[in-house]
């Protein structure tokens, strides 16, 4: 195909393309629904301070790229959401939230952020729920005439300040197609009310990580009026104009729009607005949202776990999508190159122009897994394991290579995937294994397995173009060859483990890998990035210095069973030393 050329001429060349718009119609081959078509919570911020508060409890996070703007669905509280920033300003808010509706089925939007505080009775920190919102910047400036009074050419409804008076959005949705000209758009009566009912359980905070603290404790207020604009509003005489014309209780830049369309399309919508600032009517010299954005916007965020708490309970939706089963793999091959020590060195080296072809290796490998069943059998007569045939990479080269994979329901059950590992490693004289485990709650120190998955209908990833693939991640990688990764053929995915610099430094590549590779493919291919935390072990052994396979051994349990083991790795040899004998004498 014309795409895997285009990657084989293009080796590790790396591309650097910013932000990669695509065409969701194109990537995603028309099916109009991402995801599944999963029903889900909309969560809508405006930008990063917003959704740094909320994006750390999303659970099973993965990232759909469309137009430049990223989506992330997941679980947050139980619930299943699409969480995203749709920017700053009124037109940004309403084209990425139209094309949210035109992309994931979403059953209400709840919108979590920060705003200017309007109503002289609220303070700093306070998380305000609007049951209505306007815009009050699509207005008219009149004209003046000669004895300096100003006169609208068209009709309004609201009192001017000066020259400038505000005036209603016309807007038709699908029931009416008869567009009408609206001031107000309102909350869902019933998401009001869970809000209500979440107020007293959100954790609201006082004080933020630096220690810089509010006057009083914050408070959550549920009803009035919001009110946006394309401004940052700062100016003491505007703010009292809006106070007193709409009875506004908090001023900022993107409600009104999300609640125009979620209007327009007939979809429920709450907006939760926790005051960072006082819209330039507070006694301080400066603005107070640099000192206070942060804080402001975690407190919305509590308020939104908070209303994913009741809204579960309320509708019955807890249990609704119970989260996947956790798993153990463990990556190894079978080929046993790397044992000089166990099987000697004309062995090892025949054995390695054995596999000069990646269909000789892959035969090979997979008639080693009854054997690989059986020394797992050996750890756990009770496991309920299978092995997956994928592809791996490492140090730059790629080879076919095998996953064992078994579900697990405790913590303890990974020291059993680490004594599999040892085993696997110690009969198959292989230098190193990798075992991986699902986290559990209270786990610390875990590793980011950070994927590249497909799901368009571009082929960009698959066994043909896996080289160049890793090519190009390796030439992001400025010369650090010690990345690897894992393809899995069956599920269209590309991942690896972030072990360095905390994994920014291969979540970084893997990035920008995905954004090459959507240019490659004329934006066909549909690739999004998703991150799941992995509990990691990494048995080896260096069979040269350690012929006998010391290091495995000394993992706990398996030193009780090297007998059974060892039959398993005299059979092997056996036959391969047949084998051997008998291309000798041919």
Same mark, same amino acid.
């Given at each position: 195909m ?6 084989l001429?293009?080796g ?5 393309t910013?932000?990669v718009e695509?065409?969701v119609s194109?990537?995603y081959?028309?099916n ?7 029903v889900?919570?909309a969560i809508a911020?405006?930008?990063s301070?917003?959704f740094?508060a909320l994006?750390?409890s ?6 759909y790229r469309?137009n ?6 997941g ?9 995203f920033?749709?920017?700053?300003s ?11 509706l035109?992309?994931?089925d979403?059953s ?5 952020g920060?705003a ?9 920190? +306070?998380?305000?729920?609007p ?11 009149m ?11 068209v ?7 000066d020259?400038?008076?505000p005036r209603g959005?016309?807007?038709a949705r699908?029931?009416?197609a008869t567009?009408?000209r ?7 009566p019933e998401?009001l009310?869970l809000?209500?009912?979440a107020?007293?359980r959100a954790?609201?905070k006082r ?7 509010l ?10 009026s ?9 100016n ?16 900022e ?11 327009s399309? +007939?979809?429920?919508?709450v ?15 400066a603005?107070?949202?640099?000192a ?9 965020a509590?308020?939104v ?12 939706r807890a ?7 956790s798993?153990?793999?463990?990556n190894?091959?079978?080929?046993s190159v ?12 025949w054995?390695?122009?054995?596999f000069?072809? +990646?269909?000789?290796h ?5 008639s080693?897994?009854?054997?690989a069943?059986?020394?797992a059998a050996?750890? +756990?007569p009770?496991?309920?394991?299978q092995?997956?045939q ?9 080879s076919?290579?095998?996953a064992?994979?078994?579900p697990i329901t ?11 590992a040892?085993?696997?490693g ?8 990798i075992?991986?485990c699902?986290?559990f709650?209270?786990?610390d120190?875990l590793?980011?397995?950070i994927?590249?998955i497909e799901?368009?209908?571009?082929d960009?990833?698959?066994?043909e173009?896996l080289k160049?693939?890793f ?12 990345l ?19 994994g ?15 240019v ?10 998703s ?26 349990g398996?030193?009780?069973?090297k ?12 036959e391969l030393q047949?084998e051997?004998?008998?291309m000798?004498?041919?």
């Amino acid at each position: 195909m014309c795409l895997v050329a285009l990657l084989l001429v293009s080796g590790c060349q790396s591309v650097a393309t910013g932000e990669v718009e695509h065409d969701v119609s194109t990537t995603y081959d028309g099916n109009g629904v991402l995801d599944g078509a999963k029903v889900r919570l909309a969560i809508a911020t405006a930008y990063s301070p917003e959704f740094a508060a909320l994006i750390p409890s999303l659970e099973n996070a993965r990232e759909y790229r469309l137009n430049g703007v990223s989506y992330w669905t997941g679980r947050m509280r139980g619930q299943d959401v699409v969480l995203f920033e749709t920017g700053v300003s009124l037109v940004n808010a309403a084209m990425n939230t139209e094309r949210l509706l035109q992309n994931f089925d979403v059953s209400a939007i709840v919108v979590s952020g920060v705003a200017g505080g309007v109503d002289p009775e609220l303070s700093i920190g +306070d998380v305000t729920v609007p049951r209505r919102w306007a815009q009050y910047n699509e207005t008219v400036y009149m004209r003046q005439a000669a004895d300096g009074s100003y006169t609208s050419p068209v009709p309004t409804e609201l009192p001017a300040l000066d020259y400038i008076v505000p005036r209603g959005v016309r807007i038709a949705r699908n029931e009416d197609a008869t567009a009408i000209r609206r001031i107000w758009f309102e909350a869902s009566p019933e998401l009001l009310e869970l809000a209500d009912q979440a107020a007293d359980r959100a954790r609201l905070k006082r004080c933020d990580a630096e220690g810089l603290c509010l006057p009083e404790d914050p408070e959550v207020i549920i009803g009035g009026s919001g009110v946006s604009g394309s401004i940052f509003l700062d100016n003491a005489r505007y703010r009292e104009y809006l106070y007193e014309t709409f009875e506004a209780q908090v001023a900022e830049m993107e409600t009104a729009a999300i609640a125009m369309v979620a209007f327009s399309n +007939d979809i429920p919508f709450v907006a939760f607005r926790s005051l960072s600032d006082l819209a330039g009517g507070g006694k301080a010299e400066a603005n107070e949202i640099q000192a206070f954005q942060h804080l402001a916007a975690e407190n919305s965020a509590e308020l939104v776990f908070a209303f994913l708490d009741v809204y579960g309970e309320v509708t019955g939706r807890a249990d609704v999508s119970p989260p996947p089963p956790s798993f153990c793999e463990i990556n190894f091959s079978a080929a046993s190159v790397y044992g000089q020590g166990a099987l000697g060195d004309d062995l090892v080296e025949w054995l390695k122009s054995r596999f000069r072809e +990646d269909s000789d290796h892959r035969d090979y490998l997979m008639s080693r897994v009854p054997q690989a069943l059986e020394i797992a059998a050996l750890v +756990d007569p009770d496991i309920d394991a299978q092995v997956l045939q994928v592809w791996g990479g490492y140090k730059g080269r790629t080879s076919p290579s095998l996953a064992m994979r078994f579900p697990i329901t405790a913590p303890e059950n990974r020291e059993t995937a680490l004594r599999i590992a040892a085993a696997l490693g110690y009969t198959f004289t292989q230098e190193s294994v990798i075992a991986q485990c699902d986290d559990f709650p209270g786990d610390d120190k875990l590793t980011a397995s950070i994927d590249l998955i497909e799901t368009g209908a571009g082929d960009v990833l698959s066994v043909e173009t896996l080289k160049p693939v890793f090519g190009m991640m390796l030439g992001q990688a400025d010369g650090n060859f010690n990345l690897g990764f894992t393809y899995y053929p069956a599920e269209d995915r590309f991942s690896t483990l972030g072990f360095t610099d905390d994994g920014d430094f291969e979540r970084s590549a893997i990035r920008s890998v995905r954004d090459d590779l959507q240019v490659f493919s004329g934006d066909s291919a549909g690739l999004t990035v998703s991150e799941t935390p992995k509990w990691v072990a990494y048995p080896f052994n260096n069979w040269r210095e350690q012929p006998l396979g010391e290091a495995y051994l000394e993992q706990p349990g398996i030193a009780d069973l090297k007998p059974g083991l060892d039959a398993i790795r005299s059979d092997i040899i056996t036959e391969l030393q047949a084998e051997f004998s008998a291309m000798q004498q041919e």
